[in-house]
C-alpha cells in the first residue's frame, strides 16, 4: 500500500469511529497560576522558612503558612476559582473560614527532617514542642498538628511543598483577644535536633529569604 493509500485508510479509520467526538481541551491550568494573584501575594507574605544544621550536618527544614483569616478567605476564593464553585458554594465556605478563624490559628507546615523518625508532629510523643510566643511575652501551646495529603490541590495552593516534605495542619486555640493577624509572634519549633524561630508581623518573606523574594 501507497504512502498516500495509508495516510487515507487512517483518516476514514478516524471517521469510522467518530472523529470529531472528542473535544480536546488546551488551557492555562491552573487559572490564576500558582503564583499569581491576591492569594499568591497573601500566601508569601504569611510564609516563612528555617532551615535546621548542627555545624555542618543537616536536620531540617521547616515551612510554615500562617493562616490567618484574610489568607484563609483568599485560599477559599482561589479554591473557588480553581473547582468553579458555584457562589452558594463560596459563600458556605467563607463563613465555614470565618467560624474557624474565630477560634483557632492555624498554619500549614511541610517538615523535611534527615532523620525520617523525626518527622512526627502529629505524635504524642512528638520530638518536637510547638508554641507560639507573643510581643507581650505571653505563650500559646498547640492544640493539635494533623498530617495533610499532600495532594494536587496542597501542592498548588502551596508548591514549596516538596516530594519529601510531610504536610501537618497546626492548630492553635485561640488566646485572649483577636486573631494573630498583623501582631508580632513567634512560631517555635524546637527539638533535641534544634531550634527554630519563625517571626510573624515584621512584613519580610523569610527569615531567609530577602524582602520581596516569593516562596519558592
Known sequence: ??????????????????????????????????????WAALRNKATRRAVLYDE???????????????????????????QGWTDKELADRLA????EAAKFDDFTVALFTADRSANDLDAKSS???????????????THDAEVLDPNATVRNLFPYVSPFDVVYRVRFNRGPGASLGGRLFT?????ALGKAELHYGDGAIGPDLPDGERIP
Open 187 to 191: 512560631f517555635e519549633v524546637a527539638s
Open 1 to 38: 500500500m501507497t504512502r498516500a493509500l495509508r495516510t487515507m485508510a487512517t483518516g476514514v479509520l478516524a471517521l469510522a469511529l467518530g472523529c470529531g467526538a472528542i473535544n480536546t481541551v488546551r488551557t492555562k491550568a491552573p487559572d490564576p497560576a500558582v503564583n499569581e494573584g491576591e
Open 127 to 141: 520530638v518536637w514542642h510547638l508554641a507560639l510566643r507573643l510581643e507581650d511575652g505571653s505563650e500559646l501551646l
Open 56 to 82: 555542618f550536618r543537616y536536620r531540617a527544614t521547616i515551612t510554615a503558612t500562617y493562616l490567618s483569616p484574610q489568607v484563609r478567605e483568599a485560599r477559599a476564593r482561589r479554591l473557588g476559582a480553581w
Open 96 to 99: 465555614e473560614e470565618a467560624r
